[in-house]
């Protein structure tokens, strides 16, 4: 008996040794991307080797790779069956089942390698990435709900918006409230729902919210809530997105305006790296305490976005819109300060200065021509709006945000009432789940 064992233990050690060349040759080969000749190799081989993980762990990767999708990931469950803690052929399996479209299989396949594996960085970014396009692929099929909450504290210079000096040059003398500073704590939360009608249409809706709380200044406090519910028409070239739209702003825990109306939004892609979007909308405003602001507004936008083949995967959005305001009481004062064209441009962009880290920026113009003069001026107001929006954003993990963002508006007027400068300064963790 002692010798049959020590003959069978010979025999093993020695297929062992001549496995060892082969594997080191198939690793090299997966090492410098050359997954075809790994693929071709193994299977000169696949017969007397398979079912051996040292084998099938290289066979599966490169039979991947290489196309032979069913083959790789039949070759990483026979690892999986001897080695059920070997966590990189769980990854690779779960790669593989998330090229067949097994999403559900490939998904727990993920959650179990970051559950149990702790990976390196690099590798958990890679797995968030595949995690969330499961995610966006299930949105196609099943219906799928996703929300998100956040916390932020920062810094605003002129909270009211206001002037920084009394205006001067006024018919009548008049006495204004001039810029105020504070600092701010900041709530927001919301989430979506898509239901998929068929494979070319879902209804959605969604729900976002943020609270600004500022430090000295009680009567400054607002919330916005904003509504929209829509549907969506995927076809091979163009998208068309048809939303009604419903916000309620609150100042000082009182109704400030409501928003409510329906958008019309055309998508098409012109080429890989080019898209052009078209939408119109229009808008119902409503003040409760300032009622001859009730009005109509009506806006035409124009954008168009792309990618770059560069350093940093920069992409880009440039924009231009119209727009017409309307007043319901159409008195003098309301065609005064609410009656007006308005129309510009935005043009901004995105890098990736790591995998995990962005860079985002928006810079946007408006110039708003009102339509009578105003009383104690005896001019008819025309504003020009300049705004600066950036915001670094680092992705902690798949559910986990952080963000840095600084914005500067400035308001050019011809009625010196009207002119304010404003930074807005914070930081925001944001989780979704």
Known sequence: MKRLVLALTLLFASANLLAAPLIEQLN??????????????????????????????????AAIDSGHINEGVFALERVLFLQPTNHRARLEYARGLFILGEDAQAKQAFTQVLAQADPPPSVREKIDQFL????RRESRYNTTAQGYVGLGYGYDSNLNS???????????PISVT??????????????????????????????????????HEADQDNANHSLTLGSQWNRARYQFDLSLNAQH??????????????????????????SLQAGFSWLALNYPDNPFRDGRQGVLNLRL?????????????????????????????????????????QLGGQISLRPSL??????????????????????????????????LKQLLNRHLQLSLNLNYSDNHSNIDLYQY?????????????
């Open 249 to 274: 702003y609150r100042l000082d825990d009182q109704g400030y305006r409501n928003l409510f109306g329906p958008t019309l939004q055309w998508s098409s892609a012109l080429r890989p790296d080019l």
């Open 132 to 135: 969330d396009a499961i995610r």
């Open 358 to 391: 962005s860079l985002i920026g928006m810079a946007v113009f408006q110039r708003s021509d009102y339509a009578a003069d105003y009383a104690l001026y005896g001019v008819t107001r025309n504003d020009r709006y300049y705004a600066l929006d950036l915001e």
């Open 178 to 215: 001039l810029d105020r500073g504070d600092q701010f704590t900041k709530l927001l939360f919301g989430g979506q729902l898509y239901h998929p009608v068929s494979t070319s249409n879902k209804l959605y809706g969604r729900w976002d919210s943020t609270l600004r709380i500022y430090n």
């Open 162 to 172: 206001a002037p920084d000096t009394q205006p001067t040059g006024a018919l009548l």
């Open 28 to 61: 090299r080969l997966i090492d410098a991307g050359q997954m075809q000749q790994a693929y071709d190799q193994a299977r000169l081989h696949q017969d007397e080797r398979a079912g051996t993980p040292a084998f099938d762990l290289p066979f599966g990767i």
């Open 305 to 345: 976005f792309g990618n770059l083949d560069a350093p940093l995967s920069p992409s880009w959005l440039a924009g231009a819109f119209y727009g017409d305001e309307r007043s319901d009481e159409q008195s003098s004062a309301s065609r005064a300060s609410v009656d007006r064209n308005f129309y510009g441009g």
């Open 421 to 433: 400068r404003r930074t807005q300064a914070g930081l925001t963790l944001r989780y979704d789940f």
